[in-house]
């Protein structure tokens, strides 16, 4: 299994957090809602534990993905400040 979070995860996981839905998420990230979806599904699996708390359509985050949300704001913006650097 590969041992490093996905940028693009993470990306999709601020958006989700940003604007408090998968569906607004998606339009901002340019993917449909279930391709959406399957990426945090797939961010949970890679951690090893829920990062979202889903109630029907409503979705708050646990204390592991509060946790996240820094990690996943500082790997982003490093991420955007490497790819200048070099542009």
């Known amino acids: 299994m590969n041992s490093l979070l996905d940028v ?4 999709t996981f601020l958006a989700i957090v940003e604007t408090g839905s998968f569906t607004r998420a998606a339009e901002i990230v ?3 809602q279930s391709a959406v ?3 945090m599904k797939r961010l949970e699996e890679r951690l090893e534990r829920p990062i979202f ?5 409503a979705s708050k985050l ?4 509060d946790r996240l949300l820094d990690y996943a704001r500082r790997i ?4 955007v400040e490497a790819l200048a650097a070099f542009s």
Do not use: C, F, I
């Open 53 to 57: 708390a889903r109630d029907g359509r």
């Open 30 to 32: 340019h993917k449909t």
């Open 8 to 11: 693009d995860q993470l990306r």
């Open 76 to 79: 982003v913006k490093l991420n």
């Open 62 to 65: 646990t204390e592991d993905g």
């Open 37 to 39: 979806s399957m990426q």
